[in-house]
């Protein structure tokens, strides 16, 4: 798979030199000259995790049982591996992603501990067979694949957080001077992974064998110096509880990180790169820091610009990094608008998973890396804050000043509280009256 280049040096810090690694189960002889990302050096080494299996049918369950549309359009499955990964390879530099199948939604590279439920469950991939060995050239096979609640976000899962997201279109990325992942036994280190990925229109792949995953380029040299995280803001797993009324020039949310949640942030966050993740009928994203006043008001004018993807420039299926410059300070708060054109739907259009769904997410590469990898909407009473069972309650100035809002036209929507005024959309209820699957009002 010949992948392009994406690196950001505007915003690296100091660094030093090299050191070596080595491949996991899977790697193909591939060098750095042929990798597709330019620049890396020559003594860089090819780490894949990834997937070797046959794609079942998803239209019927193992009983023969027809499943619902639903369901068979979408299968998030689960790899468990790089136990053996930590004696081969140290300082990870970039990372190259190698999607398979056309239809992939994203694939997250979650990180877990030694004996985690979900690293030890997703030994395997099928529920009625045992997977082909490691190695072996037969890939694994079976009719019922293991279910996969992303584990990252499952309260009790032994995993805690993202390295990696991978979403449409992204390209390979080499990080800055000084900037990567480091493996090895550490608490913000790599070594038991589990690879989920989410292929959308599943029932249209049946028989698929398919090889997607990622590439970590890993050298021997001590270079690492800044961790590199992943932050997601906004709506992190779409659960705005509104639906998408159709026949709408502009339907625009927006969406917090609130200082309540910055403020637990043990130190500022150096963002080098964000990547915007919506769907179909995204036209704008844009993303502002602000920094609140002593009211917990971000001031007139106080808001800075620091990521924007207009139409022209935002696509479902060239979803990448873009270099980014900015800082996010202890109490800053974060204010993601989405925008989406529905003139074209004839039913609402929930939030969620499915790309038939949409979402409003913004996800950021930075330095140093932290614990919290979730920050945004939640639910009524609480924001995301930290990891699966992280949470600031929503009162105070978060709640009266970083609360969600939603804008029809020029009619303003509650989000969690009904509509301002009488407004009558989405055949004939109230926007609040529809809420998505997965929705939790804790």
């Known amino acids: 798979v010949a992948m392009g280049r994406e690196s950001f040096p505007a915003s690296s810090p100091a660094s030093s030199t090299g050191r070596a690694g080595g491949g996991g189960g899977l790697d193909e002889p591939i060098t750095p000259g042929n990798s597709g990302i330019a620049g890396l050096p020559d003594n860089a080494v090819a780490v894949d995790v990834r997937i070797d299996a ?95 609640f992303p584990p990252s976000w499952q309260k009790g899962s032994g995993c805690h957080g993202t390295a990696w997201t991978f979403l449409p279109g992204q390209k390979g990325v080499l990080f800055p001077q000084g900037v990567g992942l480091k493996i090895g036994t550490g608490n913000l280190d790599l070594r038991y992974l589990v690879l989920e990925i989410h292929f959308d229109q599943a029932h249209n792949l049946k028989g698929r064998h398919d090889r997607s995953g990622l590439r970590l380029w890993a050298v021997k040299e001590d270079v690492v110096e800044h ?122 259009v929930m939030f969620g998973p499915a790309t038939s769904d949409e979402m409003c997410m913004q996800v950021f590469l930075y330095w140093p890396k932290q ?46 509280g009904g509509a301002s005024g009488d407004l009558s959309l989405a055949g004939g209820r109230h926007l609040s009256d529809s809420r998505p699957i997965g929705h939790d009002s804790r």
């Open 227 to 348: 961790r590199v995280g992943v932050l997601s803001v906004a709506d992190p797993f779409g659960n705005l509880p509104q639906r998408l009324p159709p026949g709408q020039k502009s339907v625009e949310y927006a969406v917090f990180c609130p200082p309540g949640c910055t403020r637990k942030f043990p130190e500022a966050m150096n963002v080098f790169a964000s990547m915007t993740h919506a769907h179909l009928r995204a036209r704008h994203v844009i993303t502002s820091v602000g920094q609140p006043g002593p009211s917990g008001q971000v001031p007139e004018g106080g808001w800075k610009d620091v990521v924007e993807s207009a139409a022209s420039a935002f696509a479902h299926d060239e979803q990448h990094f873009e270099p980014a410059n900015f800082t996010i300070g202890k109490g800053d708060s974060l204010r993601t608008v989405c925008r989406y054109d529905t003139r074209k739907e004839t039913a609402p």
């Open 371 to 416: 614990y919290t990898f979730l920050c945004g909407y939640f639910g009524e009473k609480v924001y995301w804050c930290g990891d699966a069972g992280g949470f600031v309650r929503k009162s105070g100035s978060d709640e009266a000043f970083h609360s969600d809002t939603c804008m029809v036209g020029n009619i303003a929507v509650s989000v969690d």
């Open 54 to 148: 046959i794609i079942p049918d998803t239209t019927h369950d193992s009983k023969g049982t027809k499943m619902d549309t639903r369901e068979a359009e979408t299968l998030i499955w689960c790899m468990a591996g790089g136990e053996t990964i930590a004696a081969r390879a140290n300082n990870i530099i970039a990372i190259e992603p190698l999607p398979g199948a056309p239809t992939i939604h994203h694939m997250h590279l979650h990180v877990c501990d030694k004996g985690s439920d979900a690293w030890q469950r997703h030994r395997r991939m099928f529920a009625d067979v045992l997977d082909a060995p490691p190695g072996s050239p037969s890939p694994a096979a079976g009719q019922s694949p293991l279910s996969c």
